[in-house]
C-alpha cells in the first residue's frame, strides 16, 4: 500500500508570491490533515479535512488556505509569502475521523522563502 | 486549551544504555498520547499510542504508560541502539478535535557506538 505523497518535495519561492503543495492521502484514507514544522515553533497544527469539509483549523492566518477533493487528495495554498513561511509542511492522513486513529505522515514539502 | 511538554534535548546515550524521555500533557477530559519519531529527511513515524488511562503502548523495546494522575507519558527503552538516533515527538489527541495532533517541542537522541 502506497504512503502519504507530498509534492514537490522541495520548493524555493520570492516573498509575495503565493504557493501550492499537494499531498495525496493513503488509499481509503478520507481525513487529511496539514502541519507546519519549524525549529522555532516546532510542530503546529494548520487544518484538517474530512470528506472535503474543514473540520478544525488551527491559529494561522487567512493567507494558509487548504481544500480537499472528491478523491482525499488536499492542497494547501500560502498566499503573499513571508520570509516566515519557510517551513516543512507536513501532510497525515488517517482512515477515520475519530481521536484514537493513527496519522500517518508523508515526508513533506520544504518551503524556502527568499 | 491542550498542551505537551516533553523534556529538551539534545539526550546523548551510550550504545546499550537506559533511555527516558518525559512527557506531561495539559487536557480536559481524556485524550489519546502519542510517540511519533521523525529520522533525518523524513516525515513522522508512529512509535506508539495509548487511549486511556493506565494504557501502557510499546513498539521496538519503546515503552510508555498514559499516567493520568501525573499527567505524563514517559517513554522509555532499556538499551538503545544507535539506529534510534531521531527526533522524538509526544503527541496528543482530544475526543472533540477530530484528527487534530498537538505536539510537543521534540527531543533529539544521539546515540554513540
Known amino acids: 500500500k502506497a504512503g502519504v505523497t507530498q509534492t514537490p518535495r522541495y520548493l524555493i519561492k520570492t516573498r509575495g508570491q503565493q504557493v501550492t503543495l499537494s499531498c495525496s492521502p493513503i488509499s481509503g484514507h478520507r481525513s487529511v490533515s496539514w502541519y507546519q514544522q519549524t525549529p522555532g515553533q516546532g510542530l503546529q497544527f494548520l487544518f484538517e479535512?474530512?470528506?472535503?469539509?474543514?473540520?478544525n483549523k488551527g491559529n494561522f492566518p487567512g493567507r494558509f488556505s487548504g481544500r480537499q477533493f472528491s478523491n482525499s487528495r488536499s492542497e494547501m495554498n500560502v498566499s503573499t509569502l513571508e520570509l516566515g513561511d519557510s517551513a516543512l509542511y507536513l501532510c497525515a492522513s488517517s482512515p477515520y475521523q475519530v481521536r484514537n486513529t493513527e496519522a500517518f505522515f508523508g515526508q513533506g514539502t520544504r518551503l524556502t522563502v527568499v | 486549551g491542550n498542551s505537551v511538554t516533553q523534556m529538551e534535548g539534545p539526550v546523548t546515550l551510550s550504545e546499550e544504555a537506559f533511555l527516558t524521555i518525559n512527557c506531561t500533557y495539559t487536557?480536559?477530559?481524556?485524550?489519546?498520547l502519542f510517540w511519533y519519531v521523525q529520522y533525518p529527511g523524513e516525515g513522522l513515524q508512529l512509535l506508539l499510542k495509548a487511549t486511556k488511562a493506565d494504557d501502557k503502548g510499546s513498539n521496538k523495546g519503546f515503552e510508555a504508560t498514559y499516567r493520568k494522575e501525573t499527567t505524563s507519558f514517559h517513554l522509555e527503552k532499556g538499551s538503545v541502539q544507535v539506529s534510534d538516533s531521531a527526533v522524538y515527538f509526544c503527541?496528543?489527541?482530544?475526543?472533540?478535535?477530530?484528527?487534530?495532533?498537538?505536539f510537543g517541542g521534540g527531543t533529539r537522541l544521539m546515540v554513540k557506538p
Open positions: 479535512y474530512f470528506s472535503e469539509t474543514q473540520r
Open positions: 487536557a480536559t477530559g481524556y485524550p489519546s
Open positions: 503527541a496528543l489527541s482530544h475526543n472533540n478535535a477530530g484528527n487534530m495532533l498537538t
